[in-house]
Each structure stands twice: as C-alpha cells, then as structure tokens.
C-alpha cells in the first residue's frame, strides 16, 4: 500500500507542476512540499466521494490555502471530481481558484489562504462534532510560516483546555517562508517543545515517509484527550531537483520546457522505485 501511496504522490505532483505553468499561478514550491501530507491525510481520515458531504465525515483543512493546487490535485486523483477539471485550475470563471473558497468543488471545506485561521476552523469542526455526538476527526495542514500568527497559539490553548483529542495539527515544515528562513523570520524553535507546552501530544516525523505520516496520525492517543501536533519536516518543492529548496520558486511559474524537465524527472523517480 505504501508504494501505492507514494507513487500517487509523484503522480500529484507531476499535475501540479502542470497546473502552475497552465494557470499562470504561483506558490509551486509550497504546494510541493506537502502533496505528501496530503495523499497520508485523505488516506487516513474518513472521507468517501461517493458521500463527500456525510455529516458524519472527518474534517481536512488545508491551512495553507495557497498551496490549493495540490489539494485540488489530490482530491481529483481520490476520485472527488474528474481529473480533467484540473486543467480550469486559476481560469476565470473556474470553480477552481487559486484560493480556495467554500463548496468551490466536492473535498473543500472553508475558505483558506489567509494565513492563521485554518487550525481555528478545524478546531471548531472537532468541538461541533463533540457537541453533536459524531466521532468525526478534524485534521489541519499548516504552514511553518503561519506560526508567527498569534491565532494559531490561541487555539492550540483552546483545543488543550477542551481537550480535543480528535483534533490534528500538522506542520509543513520546509523551512522557508516568502521573504526567507522561516527560522530567521521569528524564532520558531524549539518548536515541538511549543506545541508540547501548550498541552499538545507532539511527534516529529520524516513529512515525505507516507508511512510516518499514517502511523503519527493514526497512532494511538494518550489516555488523556490530547490535541495531536506533527512536526513534519519536509523539502520545498519536493520532488524536482532544480526546485528543491529554492525559495525563487515561491513565486516563479514554470515554462513549458520546466515542466517537460520536471515531470520526466517524476516519472524516472517513479519506474526505479518500481
């Protein structure tokens, strides 16, 4: 199953690069750097697109909203609407934008993109469904850059006092931001001591071992209901070579002969890890 998983994560990616190049849209690098976390987060939680607004299903908030593409992508590929829609990504007019807006297209909960407000809502999605009597998950994708916003720490006091054990917050931690370092912006470190402090069970994982990510969100839970942090370190544009840890491609599209380079360069990881 894991092989699986990661080739549908290089599958992914290879349509989000395409997707930056059609849609003139920028944020490649960032949405690379958690397909990953994305591809662990849908085959974890309950989530089903034949039933994709069953009041009963889990909750996944992707916090960083401007990296859409990839969960576009990855919902596309689960089966949530017809991989050929991809192709509206960024159009005018397309139910596909470059932000994500509420009900946009099947798989979308909120509204993301402003940054900070994403482990909020999926906070409250955890506490309505404790409320409600549902066993529903909520799970956060968030950016490293995004801890500098006060809500984020606001809410992670919130969801430790009310004990929300179902609740999960994992950090895309590629280490930049748009202007630098992420670390050199505000001082994020130590940060899985942070989230720990503030009443978070915190594991730190290997953000691109899909099966690091299945067991630290799967994995059981202590005894007392705890919110769940994971720290999962990752590589900015993952996955193509002349990307990777570049902070140039937080706003550069790629040309076509990119995209020619970056996907043959997919598909050659991809057939020798067959």
Known sequence: MIRELETLASDIRMEVVRMSQRGRASHLASSLSCVDLLVAATEALSIDPAVANDPSRD????????????????????????????????????????????????????????LGHGLSLAAGFALAARIQGRPSAA?????????????????????????????????DFNGWQAT??????????????????????????????????????????????R??????HTVKGRGVSFMEDDNNW???????????LACAELSRANEGAA
């Not at 809410?155 to 999960?168: D, H, I, Y």
């Not at 919110?227 to 999962?232: E, F």
């Not at 937080?250 to 020619?260: A, C, G, K, N």
Request: proline share 7%.
């Open 250 to 260: 937080h706003y550069r599209i790629p040309t076509v002969d990119e995209v020619d």
């Open 139 to 171: 799970l956060a994708i968030l950016s490293d850059g995004e801890l500098n916003e006060g809500s984020v720490w606001e809410t992670a006091m919130f969801a430790s006092a009310r004990e929300l054990g179902r609740l999960t917050a994992v950090v």
């Open 180 to 225: 630098g370092r992420s670390r050199d912006v505000m001082q994020l470190d130590p940060l899985p001591d942070k989230w720990h402090a503030f009443g978070w069970d915190t594991v730190e994982v290997d953000g691109h071992d899909v099966g690091e990510l299945l067991d630290a969100i799967e994995g059981e839970r202590p005894a007392v209901a």
């Open 59 to 114: 909750r996944l908030v992707l916090s960083k909203g401007h990296a859409v593409s990839a969960l576009y992508a990855t919902l596309a590929h689960r089966g949530f609407f017809a991989r050929a829609r991809l192709s509206e990504f960024n159009q005018p007019g397309s139910g596909l934008p470059e932000q994500p807006s509420p009900g946009c297209c099947p798989g979308v909960e909120v509204a993301t993109g402003s």
């Open 227 to 232: 919110p769940r942090a994971i720290i999962a």
